[in-house]
């Protein structure tokens, strides 16, 4: 089945929150923000902006009448800025007036006389000078110093990954509607139904029963909509004092400029290996840049850090993390949290030691593969393990060995151009690291026609979650889809949500939809039973919109079944809860279960590299991503296709530049994200066959972000055709642009 | 006034023209199917056809509607992705939805316009085109492999149609492409022209405070603000400006061309073949539906694609001033300063004048971050005469992103005369490098910009087939 929604979205006809027909009167909010990335706020003049046509109101702290608090994990991240700013585009007024053109305009005559103070944005600075969010981390598992004593091989270095901006087309945004008693509706563009749905009633000072918090679906969000709360906030704060309607719908270079992006990484590794290519000991420390506040970064580096051994067996680790406290807008979530990064350290200190041992480094990969009954560094011990599955149905595909021969062939004979190919194979843990965060609900009721409606916390946002909870349920009932909708995310159906992240939506969500569905199920199967006569409810199956007995069909169909159900007094809504079991972890050692099981898979990247021009082609990628057995083709596919190319943006052509006075330089005319000729001509994807998964609804294995990594492949299949040009130089960094890659052939 | 129909409607309005034509799609009509995510036109969610009355009918573009001011649709057709179905999806969204090429949807509506755009412009259904109607329509979601797909289906879908006498529109009608009150559409766009009751004086520039604005592309990002509340002078209705004409050695090309006219024609390509090519590096197919060459000059950009091909091929502007007299400016000597050109207020660039090649090689390179839809780093042309005993004879560079001007590189003379053999070809590289001082910026460092300039240049020679060594 396919997504939903897209017989509306081609129609121009599903609705965002900027398309909701706003109520008479309706206002339009902007935010005035801090120019200096540290300073001291002596003074504040709203007044020309005040008096600025069309302008309603300019609020400052003064006027929020809760908490000045919307940091999302530490309290220390305020609303509007009170004595100190501590990045560029930190909010410090908001401003409501008639039009969103005249809040944008009037907001541009705020003046704010600030003494500015030395920042920091090099995280490796901030952490010298002990500017750390939280503790450093530290996971260590066996010794490292014994084990490299007996290496052969022992690479060590520094490398650095960069920032990533999210560019959801749908820029942050939240339309607040008061409504009777005090109490106030807010449709926004968020992930996080329950953490933003308390943010509002903090900030407001309410009740949270008094703050109905409404999502209908994203217009792309990718971990960006997860934490920051600050623009679903301010209008609702807006709309609450001044009693009537305002929208907030951020320009597209507000965003760029004043939000969150997945988080630099600089590395200090050390790598040791055995004579036969075997990893001893991998050691590691993660430096995060993590931006002015704490925001959720340090659940991030907890991802990067339980990842730091990637797919690979390591029995001797340590891994020092810490989040670097920078005078950066906060870094938030980003797709991969962390996974990403923490994965790239090792993938490049094995790159690095294949070199020293002039060894193809697929072997040395395939060589070190997790495999069944391996125990990964914080103690949970592998089953199921599909690392191996994933690579030779891949080899099978396109010979591995094969394809590197006939590269290192080609780089031979050509000079203008060279070739270059990556294999990356991929683990990724499925669960939220912080295990209370593992929680869903969902409440489904069923009508007395016979249709069903299902809320649950999840939210949708392309990844087509929606449609899948609704293939659980019309499963589950034994009904059509068609019968089966869901409606809005909203917090008086479903409260204390957890964010719609971590890949989990359809897991979580879905699972709670298929215990409600089950539930009911049971209730319409023994009233089935009576209503018919018949003694033995378990011989009663609910399928195809009918009732059998003993697989007989019945006259009773669905629509007669519930009816008469609900005329007999039959509770036809159910509500129901799923946490997932067995999961733990230490806070302090990291040891633990944090994942109830992990996503698998392996790609072949191929690159051509100009070498003249310093530019490069991809002509190719072929992925076998593991989903278990999946709920819907169509969707999964479109979920592995996309992460991947953002993967290869990533690490590729998205760069953000900072002025020396740590302002992002680049806005949407240079910060470029992949086009459709960017896309591979060969771009195949495996769903790997005959996985099954009992950790997760219907044996199916979450997809959203784990496809993300095969995108690191871009960059390392640069690296191996940067290599062919010259090897007597430092490798650059991630991003590899082509003016890095130009700079490195020659310079 | 100003009156223009949007999909089946007509409308009438005395709202400035100044104001982007998104803003009057989503918050004056209501319709909410058009979006907004960038406003300057780099994402291609706004994208809308324009369909103007020409001599031999409508001609339809897919255009950026974030930019484009509603002053300069008065008399068109706006079809937004709400005029394109009925009950049912048109064959455009139906393969859209079969090849699940739409994840959150807000890029869809978008590229659901820029594939229909391709349907009626579209002379073989080639998929390649289809993917060059689609390089300025951004996907954050999807990774573009299902909307390549839709692409391919559409073209195989389609490819019958070619043949097809009736005329393009009737057929995609029949197609299921378009609805079928596309047919009186032109009808309609004469009525609506004959009612207006104000005469057509919105082209010419009334006087001092006129802005004129040709294709509006780069000032609509720039200064909304200022224009919204401007007068404007649309030099793109004047047909007087639209134009491509050969002849007396000379291409003659109107201020009112646009980069994508220029690309696909005929008259350029017989001289210019590699135009075809060479322009898919500039901006993307809605911006330069919208974009001039006139405009690429005038905003004296020293990295504007256009600029820095002209200045190679040797082009002269012919400038109307305010008395209506006219004067013809090398294009070398017009750009002054960053920004800053030997031009005044109230002047009109009319036509921009192309020597026509003889026994010339021309070539042009660009490097951007992103291939497509982005600004080079650094941009380069070269136009080489080389005598038949392998001597040059004339040689102009252009050199772009490396000077505060698009900069036509002096002092080549030296090396006329001499043969093409790598250690010349070298020096030229050298002195080419040398004779600019690029700064650091968001397109790259003063060094990268230098050293990608000489590579550059050595370029133009591989693709002249002059064998150079890699360093």
Known sequence: MKNNDMNMHVRGASIFVDDIVTPEGCLHAALYTSRVARGIIHSLDISKAAAAPGVVAVYTHRDIPGLNQVGHVSKDQPLLAVDKVEYIGQPIALIVAQTRRQALLAAKLVTADIEQLEAVFDPRVAFERGMIHGQKSILVKGDTSAAFAKCKYIVQGTQSTGPQEHFYFETQRALAIPEEHGTIKVCASSQSPGAFHRHIAEVLGIPQSKVEFDIRRLGGAFGGKESTAVWVVAPALAAFIL?????????????????????????????????????????????????????????????????ASGSYRVPNISVTAVSCRTNIPPNNAFRGFGVPQGTFGIEYAITKAAEIMGVDVTLLKHKNLLRDGDTLPYGMKLEKVNAIKCWETLDKQVNIAQRYAEVEKYNMTHTDTKRGIAVIPVCFGISFAQTALNQASSLVNIYVDGSVAVSTGAVEMGQGVNTKIQIIAANTLGISTEKVRLGTTNTLRIPNASPTSASTGADLNGMATKFACEELYTRLKKFAAKHLNHNNPDEITLRDNAVYINNKKTELDWEKLVAAAQWARIDLSCHAFYATPNLHLDPKTFIGRPFAYYSYGTSLTSVILDVRRGTYVFDGIDVVHDVGQTLSEAIDRGQVEGAVIQGMGWSTIEQIRYSSDGRVLTGVNAYKIPDIKFCPSHFKVTLLPNSDNPYAVCNSKAVGEPPFIHGLGAYFAILHALRAVRKDKELPSLPLTPEKVFMYIHS | MLSFIINNKEICTDLPSGMVLLDFIREEQHLTGTKEACREGECGACTVLVGTMCPDGISYKACASCILPIGDVKGCHIVT??????DTLNTVQRLIVENNASQCGFCTPGIVLSLTGFCLTSETFAYEDAIDALDGNICRCTGYVSIRSAARCLCEELRHICDNKNGRIPALIEAGVLPRYFLDIPARLKALASCSVSADTSSKCSNSNTVPVAGGTDLFVQKPEELRAAHIAFLSRRSDLNYIRAGDASLFIGSAVTIEEFRNSPEVLRYFPSMKSDLLRHSSHILRNKATLAGNIINASPVGDMSIILLALGARLVIEGKDGKTRNTPLEEFFLGYKKMAYSCGELVREIVIPLPSNTLFNFEKVSNRETLDIAAVNTAMHINIS????????????GGVAPIPLLVRGLEKFYGLKTVPDTCLAIADTVMNSVTPIDDIRGSAEYKKLLLKQLILAHFDTFGIRQVTK
């Not at chain 2, 992705?81 to 009925?86: D, F, I, K, N, Q």
């Open chain 1, 243 to 307: 009693k009537k309607p305002v929208k907030l719908v951020l320009t597209r270079n507000e965003d760029i400029f004043t939000t969150g992006k997945r988080h630099a990484y600089e590395y200090d590794y050390k790598i040791g290996l055995d004579a036969e290519g075997n990893i001893l000991a991998y050691e590691v420390i993660l430096y995060q840049h993590a931006g002015a506040c704490a925001d959720i970064s340090i659940a991030v580096l907890t991802r990067s850090l339980l990842h």
């Open chain 2, 81 to 86: 992705v709400e005029g394109l179905s009925g």
């Open chain 2, 388 to 399: 038949a005993d392998d001597k040059i004879v004339d040689l102009r560079i252009s050199a």
